[in-house]
T-cell receptor
Framework: GAGVSQSPSNKVTEKGKDVELRCDPI?????LYWYRQSLGQGLEFLIY????????KSGLPSDRFSAERTGGSVSTLTIQRTQQEDSAVYLC????????????FGQGTRLTVV | AQSVTQLGSHVSVSEGALVLLRCNYS??????LFWYVQYPNQGLQLLLK????ATLVKGINGFEAEFKKSETSFHLTKPSAHMSDAAEYFC???????????WGAGTKLIIKP
């Protein structure tokens, strides 16, 4: 596609429910990143994919969070048993693995846990 | 491990004044360096990047940044601030071995009329 696409753009869920957030990166981009941005805060790194593997998942805040990437393309971030503190904007970015190339960001998914 | 430090979570300048946002990185090898901007309720977009060509890099909206190896810095400047520059600015570094992006905490730029 022309840009990084994230869906849904907004998600309201009840505490305790599971949610899935989707990221469709730019075609051909091998690197994919998930970040979380709470209100007024900076970027919190969650996980980095290189192709289908995740060499760095150190940012996942708890075992309720998981992510996968299939076919070197679409990625899904899953949050199980959501808590109110999970409310944030979840951003996805992708880039090629050529040196010096920038990451392109999606518009994010705003997750609200009520 | 790489790290990025942005000095000042908030910077306030008057309209028309010089903008200076600071970014320092830690790396034994000059990395790739990036500045991104996030306007309110929008995603992040690239302002400029350094990839080992010219040390003074010009970006969009009149911003520029200078790579200084001796100071391990990549500060962002703009000669004259506009109200429309009010946003959050993020510095990022990319390791030349694995290309993973490491981000600073961000600096919120406030423009006073």
């Amino acid at each position: 596609g022309a840009g990084v696409s994230q869906s849904p753009s907004n998600k309201v869920t009840e505490k305790g429910k599971d949610v899935e957030l989707r990221c469709d990166p730019i075609s051909g981009h091998t690197a994919l990143y998930w970040y979380r941005q709470s209100l007024g805060q900076g970027l919190e790194f969650l996980i980095y994919f290189q192709g289908n593997s995740a060499p760095d998942k150190s940012g996942l805040p708890s075992d309720r969070f998981s992510a996968e990437r299939t076919g070197g393309s679409v990625s899904t971030l899953t949050i199980q048993r959501t808590q109110q503190e999970d409310s944030a904007v979840y951003l996805c970015a992708s880039s090629t693995n050529a040196g010096g190339t920038e990451a392109f960001f999606g518009q994010g998914t705003r997750l609200t846990v009520v | 491990a790489q790290s990025v430090t942005q000095l000042g979570s908030h910077v306030s300048v008057s309209e028309g004044a010089l903008v200076l946002l600071r970014c320092n990185y830690s790396s034994s090898v000059p990395p790739y360096l990036f500045w991104y901007v996030q306007y309110p309720n929008q995603g992040l977009q690239l302002l400029l990047k350094y990839t080992s060509a010219a040390t003074l890099v010009k970006g969009i909206n009149g911003f520029e940044a200078e790579f200084k190896k001796s100071e391990t810095s990549f500060h962002l400047t703009k000669p004259s601030a506009h109200m429309s520059d009010a946003a959050e600015y993020f510095c990022a570094v990319s390791d030349r071995s694995n290309y993973q992006l490491i981000w600073g905490a961000g600096t919120k730029l406030i423009i006073k009329p």
